[in-house]
């Protein structure tokens, strides 16, 4: 017998080790179920005429019609209605470009950034991060914001440290004309705060160009990689994306501040220096793209976690630095307990944390 | 997008307008200067362009993202 | 080489060029609001346009496929800036402008239909950018559709008897719906229901004709976009939601109305093709109701109508089919 009922194509769901999780992609709602409802959402999926059958086998009649009402009452689920059918969604993953995002990381050498900038476009990198880790003066801050103007990106976002040679009109200046440049963020500040960059227009709706976002905590490259509830993705594309495909380093390609290209600056292995080698060379390497498709079901811990199709990840800095499917170092997430931690209190962790320089 | 407002007419009122007008919905609009700073025409992909205030995918993790929570 | 008649402003177009790059094809991207490409030479073999930013010269006619998505040849395109501004200032008696303007669109049409007819693969057809809406419910309930029925008033008293004959009714626009700017505000019009309470101490007069029909109680709405051969389809429910249970383009962002992947029945399917095979249209959006009793009404189809969001609700990836279609003239 067939019930109809038909999970949302904006919901998606995953088993854990402890428990199961229903995720509300559109709405933003995570909502924790028992790992035996995972099982009959999955015969929901398959929408066999065994379904039902199964279903009860799994869990008593009274328990599962309050299961379905749940999903019914939350939207989550629907019985079918209208003479077409209602079709799980697919969850392949597929863009036309290969190169998703960049990163250059900037210190006191700035030789390699217009090469760097002129790489990023040959291969059609549409979305940059900059990090400028020294002081820069307002010259030197300058130039590079018009040497980037003359490149055409869709995306860039500048990291760069607080200092009293680079006024703050001139970082809003910065936003106001160069189109492409979004975000600055400020670290060192004295406050937590994000200004958007909106013009008085009187009596026109306000739009914002922008933000500044002024951060208290200080830019280091080693302090990249935290993992949190708040870096999970609602996007479903994302989410298309993660479960085939790394969800931080697919796409990506990185300049570190000596001038290597690396998958991402704070890795150790790189595909030598952009002085010498092209972008294309290295999206070639076997080895350079392998990385992109470590997703979570690869990497340990993770894989029995619940949260894995909508988190980020991390290949940088690694529970154990020696094994590439470890996992993220910053994660205070334990799937066995389902308790978020304080990742760097941990002392299971003070092996690797002096391995990166992070004790 | 600002939220829609509604202005509704009698019918009486409508005067010689047709009958779907007497529910009008309406939004202010941005200022054009403002707006055409948004958009820029790339002669590489030949079409007009919007700019993006994010990103299609988180870049780096070096800030502490519970800060954006709101966003 | 492919061609492609789009706007500057036309997101799903760049989706669809980001694949023809990929896939390493030419093309060639005419939008009818810019003066990138403009004409040079046209004679039995040729209709030559040149690039002004690359100063390359293309022959129309060496292409082998064209899409139809939207806008077409610009009198811009025709004349280049200089004699575009001397026609728009200099011509003023009005019989030469007149007769100026169909000499363009003469021209126009020339290169157009030469284009279509000489590429192998075609898809859209500028000739049926904007359907009649009220010809095609017409069509519609020929080919099998349940269509709202409709009344066009043309005085106040007709308002009670519509309302008397069809139940509720709602009020529509013959044509596109209201869409236009003053200084600082943008008004738009959507489909509103009528309630017997406006009509209460209507002075008898004669209004503008205005379009009513039935308001069927949906339970959900269909778009389903088409392409060559198959129907893309997603359910959107909008009827738990007051704001959005008339016309679910006044969009709800606070709970987002579900938009589920759906597959069209059979006996539906087969009356939209037989609309689009009626029209002579390759592509195009069709908007559907379900009402509580499972029948399917038809709304409209809009031949130029946005794919992007249907692309993604269902995650289709119909950027891409519409690339490989174009390419090949199939989908393999």
């Not at chain 3, 284009?115 to 075609?122: A, I, L, T």
């Not at chain 3, 709304?299 to 090949?328: C, D, M, R, T, W």
Request: hydrophobic share 35%.
């Amino acid at each position: 017998m067939k019930n109809n009922l038909h999970l949302s194509s904006e919901v998606i769901f995953n088993s854990g080790i402890t428990r199961g999780v229903i995720i509300d992609t559109i709405r933003r709602e995570l909502f924790y179920i028992d790992n035996s409802f995972i099982r009959i959402l999955e015969l929901i999926e398959k929408d066999s005429n065994e379904s039902f059958e199964k279903m009860v086998k799994l869990v008593p009649l009274p328990e599962l019609h309050k299961f379905f009402d749940f999903l019914v009452e939350n939207e989550l689920a629907f019985y079918s209605k209208g003479p077409g059918e209602f079709k799980r969604i697919d969850t392949s993953w597929e863009i036309p470009l290969e190169v998703i995002n960049g990163i250059i990381d900037i210190d006191t050498d700035f030789s390699f950034y217009e090469k760097a900038l002129s790489e990023f476009e040959k291969v059609d990198c549409r979305e940059l991060q900059i990090r400028l880790f020294s002081d820069l003066d307002l010259t030197e801050f300058q130039k590079l914001v018009t040497i980037i103007n003359q490149y055409e990106f869709h995306y860039v976002e500048i990291h760069l440290v607080k200092n009293s040679y680079i006024p703050e009109e001139e970082i809003r200046r910065v936003i106001e004309n160069v189109w492409f440049v979004t975000n600055i963020l400020i670290y060192g500040s004295e406050d937590n705060k994000i200004v958007r960059v909106i013009n008085d227009t009187g009596d026109y709706f306000q739009i914002s160009l922008g933000t500044i976002s002024y951060l208290k905590q200080s830019l280091k490259q080693n302090g990249c990689g935290s993992i949190s509830q708040h870096t999970f993705t609602w996007s479903k594309d994302n989410i298309r994306e993660n479960i085939s495909h790394n969800s931080c380093l697919n796409g990506k390609i990185s300049v570190d501040r000596s001038g290597y290209i690396k998958n991402c600056p704070s890795m150790a292995k790189n595909f030598g220096n952009i002085a010498s080698v092209s972008f294309r060379d290295v999206l070639n390497n076997n080895e350079f793209r392998g990385l992109w498709l470590i997703n979570k079901d690869k990497i340990n811990i993770c894989k029995f976690c619940e949260y894995r199709k909508i988190c980020t990840d991390c290949r940088a800095y690694l529970d154990n630095p020696d094994d590439i499917y470890s996992k993220p170092l910053k994660c205070g997430y334990d799937p066995f307990t389902a308790r978020w931690e304080d990742w760097s209190t941990n002392p299971l962790k003070l092996k690797a944390m002096s391995v990166y320089g992070l004790v | 997008m600002e939220k829609l407002t509604l202005e509704e007419k009698k019918l009486d009122e409508l005067g010689m307008l047709p009958i779907n007008h007497s529910r009008i919905y309406s939004n202010l609009v941005t200022d054009i200067n403002e707006e055409n700073k948004l958009i820029r025409y790339s002669s590489k992909y030949n079409t007009d362009l919007l700019r993006s205030g994010k990103p299609r995918k988180i870049i780096s993790k070096t800030i502490n993202y519970s800060l954006f929570d709101e966003e | 080489m492919i061609i492609i008649f789009s706007h500057q402003f036309e997101y799903s177009t760049n989706v669809v060029i980001d694949w023809l790059k990929k896939y390493n094809v030419n093309y060639i991207r005419i939008n009818s609001d810019e003066n990138r490409y403009k004409l040079k030479e046209i004679d039995e073999e040729k209709i030559i346009f040149c690039d002004m930013f690359t100063k390359k010269e293309y022959n129309f006619l060496d292409a082998h496929s064209v899409w139809y998505r939207r806008g077409g040849i610009s009198d811009r395109m025709l004349l280049g800036d200089d004699i575009l501004s001397e026609y728009e200032t200099n011509v003023c008696d009005p019989e030469v402008k007149k007769n100026l303007a169909s000499q363009l669109d003469y021209l126009r049409k020339y290169i157009i239909n030469k284009v279509f007819r000489n590429c192998s693969v075609k898809l859209g057809d500028p000739e049926l950018r904007d359907l009649n809406r009220m010809m095609l419910y017409d069509l519609a309930k020929k080919k099998g559709f349940l269509v709202p029925n409709y009344t066009v008033l043309t005085h106040t008293d007709s308002i009670n008897c519509a309302l008397k004959k069809h139940g509720a009714i709602v009020s529509k626009s013959i044509a596109n719906g209201l869409y236009h700017h003053t200084l600082n505000k943008r008004y738009y019009t959507y489909t509103e229901q009528i309630n017997e309470i406006d009509t209460i101490d209507l002075k008898p007069k004669n209004i503008f004709p205005s379009l009513v029909s039935e308001k069927i109680e949906k339970t959900f709405e269909i778009r389903s976009f088409f392409l060559i051969k198959e129907f893309y389809s997603v359910a959107i429910f909008s009827q738990n939601d007051s704001q959005t249970s008339v016309d679910y383009r006044k969009y709800n962002k606070k709970i987002p109305n579900r938009q589920e992947a759906y597959i069209i029945d059979d006996k539906t399917k087969y009356n939209l093709l037989s609309i689009y095979n009626e029209l002579g249209l390759n592509t195009g959006s069709a908007d559907l109701i379900i009402d509580a009793d499972n029948n399917v009404y038809f709304l409209e189809i809009n031949p130029v109508g946005q794919f992007g969001s249907v692309s993604s609700a269902g995650n289709y990836k119909l950027e891409k089919k519409v690339a490989q279609y174009l390419i090949h003239g199939d989908f393999n």
